[in-house]
């Protein structure tokens, strides 16, 4: 298996727990995170080296990277695994999974590529890499079903494992928040590549707010150790007097279910965002090379997966020079103020929700297991 970032480690370490519930003989190696490793996992190789993201921000790193995929193809042609599963990071693992199917060796996606949104041309390099795809989003099985790639809809895990109606007060407590206080949940990104762009951009937009609204409380998951110390030299430098803000390693689950609304990087997290029905703002900053091929690649007007899955622009998007400390602070200010808006967000959140709760590892498995065995899923 290989997993590149925070969010891929979470749904394998779904997966891995559902299979060994069933095979306890299975064994895991290749690139994953604590989470998978938690769970017997053998790491060949740090997490961290694959979580990169936008192509100039890719540059610096792709010689590393560029490695790491010879010597694990290497390895992993002269000593087969029964199995291979890439977990998103589709420009690493999809050429690495089309190589090993190439011999023999099957090779399963877990999370759609978003061919639906940008790149689109991606899908005949997908059926030439993939035995067979695992998509999280209901409108993706159609895609790959009519490019005959052999898919199932298993649904998104953290919808399984999020409850339906966050408790606000409990997920307050375990975290010692103040009470009284108005909470906002910041989330830059999980990766040392987005916090390079946001982390100033987080702390100034959270220094406005706090001179201008009474009463108010920060909270801050950051993923790992690089990137909370990236978050604190910015706030040394660009926060003035000290934020009223509880920085958190771990517990972006329950700093979302605390929060009374969030600032969010695109991503992964968004979508969390929604599942803890947190109204929400989302922003993006990336360098400008990067930013401008996307826009040209781009097929949606909106980028948040909560918007995409909406249908409409549901939640305020502001993305790279849109992305200021006085806009974001006045759209979340805004929202703040605006009741109808908070609610028509929740309310939608729960039908995303409910389209989303699928019992996703348990359906990863099942399709897994009939690859395994050589059948059809």
Request: proline residues 6%.
């Amino acid at each position: 298996m290989v997993a590149g970032e925070a969010s891929g480690d979470l749904l394998a370490a779904h997966l891995i727990a559902a299979l060994q519930a069933r095979r306890p003989a299975l064994r895991f190696n290749g690139i994953g995170g604590p989470k998978m490793q938690a769970l017997g996992f053998s790491a060949d190789y740090p997490m961290e080296k694959l979580a990169v993201r936008g192509y100039v921000e890719v540059l610096r790193q792709l010689p590393e990277i560029m490695e790491i995929r010879k010597a694990l193809v290497t390895r992993l042609l002269a000593d087969p695994p029964d199995l291979f599963i890439g977990v998103d990071a589709p420009d690493f693992n999809l050429d690495l999974e089309r190589r090993l199917k190439r011999a023999g060796i099957p090779a399963v996606h877990y999370v759609s590529p978003s061919i639906w949104a940008w790149r689109p041309w991606r899908i005949r390099k997908i059926a030439r890499s993939v035995t067979h795809m695992l998509a999280l989003f209901p409108f993706e099985a159609s895609l790959y079903e009519r490019a005959g790639i052999a898919v199932t809809y298993v649904g998104h895990p953290l919808a399984d494992v999020i409850p339906l109606e966050p408790d606000k007060e409990e997920a307050r407590a375990q975290l010692r928040l103040p009470r009284g206080k108005r909470v906002i949940a910041l989330l830059p990104g999980s990766r040392k590549s987005e916090l390079q762009y946001m982390a100033e951009l987080f702390v100034k937009t959270a220094r406005r707010l706090d001179e201008e609204i009474k009463d108010i409380h920060f909270v801050c998951p950051m993923a790992t150790r690089e990137t909370r110390d990236m978050f604190e030299d910015a706030q040394r430098h660009h926060a003035g007097s000290e934020l009223p803000l509880t920085l958190l390693f771990g517990h972006s689950h329950e700093a979302l279910a605390a929060a009374d609304l969030a600032l969010v990087a695109s991503g992964t997290a968004t979508l969390e965002a929604a599942l803890f029905k947190t109204p929400m703002v989302i922003t993006y900053r990336m360098s400008a090379i990067t930013a401008a091929l996307m826009r040209r690649m781009r097929r949606l007007p909106y980028v948040g997966l909560p918007n995409i899955l909406a249908g409409e622009f549901l939640v305020p998007e502001l993305l790279q020079e849109q992305a200021t400390p006085g806009a974001l602070s006045a759209a979340l200010i805004a929202l703040m103020q605006d009741g109808e808006a908070q609610r028509r967000q929740i309310q939608k959140f729960r039908e995303i929700h409910a389209s989303l709760r699928q019992n996703a590892a348990e359906k990863a498995a099942d399709a897994v297991l009939a690859v395994l065995d050589g059948g059809h899923a």
